[in-house]
């Protein structure tokens, strides 16, 4: 079974930051494209951004756009989730997800072509 390692999740102020990390073994980060999910209570899972295999792509969701940044260390086998100006409706549980691909694949937003997820880091905003 493979393991993505989340952390970074905690309680922050309303216009604060926090930086989620996600690790996961080589074998299978350095073949995948890397996302972010996020679910709150009684809502769907909801895309947050990814990331290309090659770290040249990326795609944000609305409501994070111009506030959240994802990137990736290949030497570190490390996907991040910077996130800026929280706002209390970012509250949510945070998933690292991966997906296996091609160089030249475009990215996806579909939850459902993920192949492999984290156990979820809890990010929770104050107002």
């Known amino acids: 079974q493979v393991q993505l390692v989340e952390s970074g999740g905690g309680l922050v102020q309303a216009g604060g930051s926090l930086r989620l990390s996600c690790t996961a073994p080589s074998r299978i980060f350095n073949r995948a494209a890397m996302a972010w999910f996020r679910q709150a209570p009684g809502k769907e899972r909801e895309f947050v951004a990814v990331?290309?295999?090659?770290?040249?792509?990326?795609a944000y969701g609305d409501s994070v756009k111009g506030r959240f940044t994802i990137s990736r260390d290949n030497n570190k086998n490390t996907a991040y989730l910077q996130m800026n100006s929280l706002k209390p409706d970012d509250t949510a549980v945070y998933y690292c997800?991966?997906?296996?691909?091609?160089?030249?694949?475009?990215?996806?937003?579909?939850?459902?072509?993920?192949?492999?997820w984290g156990q979820g880091t809890q990010v929770t905003v104050s107002s």
């Open positions: 990331i290309s295999r090659s770290g040249g792509s990326t």
């Open positions: 997800a991966t997906k296996s691909q091609i160089l030249t694949a475009p990215i996806t937003r579909d939850d459902r072509s993920y192949d492999y």
